[in-house]
């Protein structure tokens, strides 16, 4: 079981820079795969990267790779997602997730069981 809960989102002008935070709370937060996923108005929520419970893989989409990092912090419970050179078409909420304890990482929706509210990221051209 977990809560989890995003902060950092905010404005920024294309080519800035925004970094994410996931803090979550509960049992055992080393065990649980990780992700960020977005979603745009009108559009369906799409898979933005994710890592493994150790953090020793990650994983992005096609359409970030090269601009942002996602990382973990066990020992603080917080995910990060480090967005660099953001793009207009990068405005979404922003959405941390996590698998059951001991899951694999995933870019499917259905794999992650817990979810945070959503931090809304705009950038602007």
Do not use: H
């Not at 997730?97 to 794999?111: F, L, M, N």
């Amino acid at each position: 079981q977990v809560q989890l809960v995003e902060s950092g989102g905010g404005l920024v002008q294309a080519g800035g820079s925004l970094r994410l935070s996931c803090a979550a709370s509960g049992r055992t937060f080393s065990s649980y795969a990780l992700a960020w996923f977005r979603q745009a108005p009108g559009k369906e929520r799409e898979f933005v990267a994710a890592i493994s419970w150790s953090g020793g893989s990650t994983y992005y989409a096609d359409s970030v790779k090269g601009r942002f990092t996602i990382s973990r912090d066990n020992a603080k419970n917080t995910m990060y997602l480090q967005m660099n050179s953001l793009k207009p078409e990068d405005t979404a909420v922003y959405y941390c997730a996590a698998t059951a304890p001991g899951s694999p990482s995933s870019w499917y929706i259905e794999s992650y069981d817990y979810w945070g509210q959503g931090t809304q990221v705009t950038v602007s051209s």
